[in-house]
Nanobody
Framework: QVQLVESGGGLVQAGGSLRLSCAASGSISQINAMGWYRQAPGKQRELVASMITDGGSTNYADSVKGRFTISRDNAKNTVSLQMNSLKPEDTAVYYC???????????WGQGTQVTVSS
């Protein structure tokens, strides 16, 4: 079992920045990837950014490349998403995700709202 707690969402004007953080607890050693997804009203949940635990390889959605950066602090068991040059279309609930164990079970945080005003 892995528990994920997000923080850092809020309201920001277009062009601004926000930093999301996700604290993981539980079976930390079994996490093989962590990432951030988002879901806007009326849309499907989509991958924003992910990072493989072993080696640190990252993956980004095309819509956020060059603007968002995912990072991990192993000492604090946290994963963060630095979001710069935010756009109104980035408005969504952002969810932290962990992929765990040999069965690649997905665990989710409770979600944090990000709203970008134009």
């Amino acid at each position: 079992q892995v528990q994920l707690v997000e923080s850092g969402g809020g309201l920001v004007q277009a062009g601004g920045s926000l930093r999301l953080s996700c604290a993981a607890s539980g079976s930390i050693s079994q996490i093989n990837a962590m990432g951030w997804y988002r879901q806007a009203p009326g849309k499907q949940r989509e991958l924003v950014a992910s990072m493989i635990t072993d080696g640190g390889s990252t993956n980004y959605a095309d819509s956020v490349k060059g603007r968002f950066t995912i990072s991990r602090d192993n000492a604090k068991n946290t994963v963060s998403l630095q979001m710069n040059s935010l756009k109104p279309e980035d408005t969504a609930v952002y969810y932290c995700n962990a992929r765990v164990g040999i069965w690649r079970t997905h665990y989710w945080g409770q979600g944090t709202q990000v709203t970008v005003s134009s």
